[in-house]
């Protein structure tokens, strides 16, 4: 029932722009912090962008901040990664993530990615 769809991927060359969409449904997607993840072959998951549930606070990877914005659209269950500027180290598969924390139980969804290749 819940789903986490990732869309816009696709190849761009070295300075080029993607954004990244991701439509929720199955759950009370204004309740939940939001995330963007990537991960390259042979290298760990890490956290690209994050925005909080109401406050729309946003934090960002030091090696994207400056080039990529995180941001929602809680009307629509949406959420955004507009990325400028791309490098070749970029190229992962970015996944769209949604959190929950409660007193007693934490919700934890995971999209099915989309890759994003950014080639020199």
């Known amino acids: 029932q819940v789903q986490l769809v990732e869309s816009g991927g696709g190849s761009v060359q070295v300075g080029g722009s993607l954004r990244l969409s991701c439509a929720a449904s199955?759950?009370?997607?204004?309740?939940?912090?939001m995330n963007w993840y990537r991960q390259a072959p042979g290298k760990e998951r890490e956290l690209v962008a994050g925005?909080?549930?109401?406050?729309?606070?946003?934090d960002y990877a030091d090696s994207v901040k400056g080039r990529f914005t995180i941001s929602r659209d809680n009307a629509k269950s949406t959420v955004y990664l507009q990325m400028n500027s791309l490098k070749p180290e970029d190229t992962a598969v970015y996944y769209c993530?949604?959190?929950?924390?409660?007193?007693?139980?934490?919700?934890?969804?995971w999209g099915q990615g989309t890759q994003v290749t950014v080639s020199s």
């Open positions: 925005i909080t549930s109401t406050s729309k606070i946003t």
């Open positions: 993530n949604a959190v929950q924390l409660a007193i007693t139980f934490t919700n934890d969804y």
């Open positions: 199955g759950f009370t997607f204004s309740m939940y912090r």
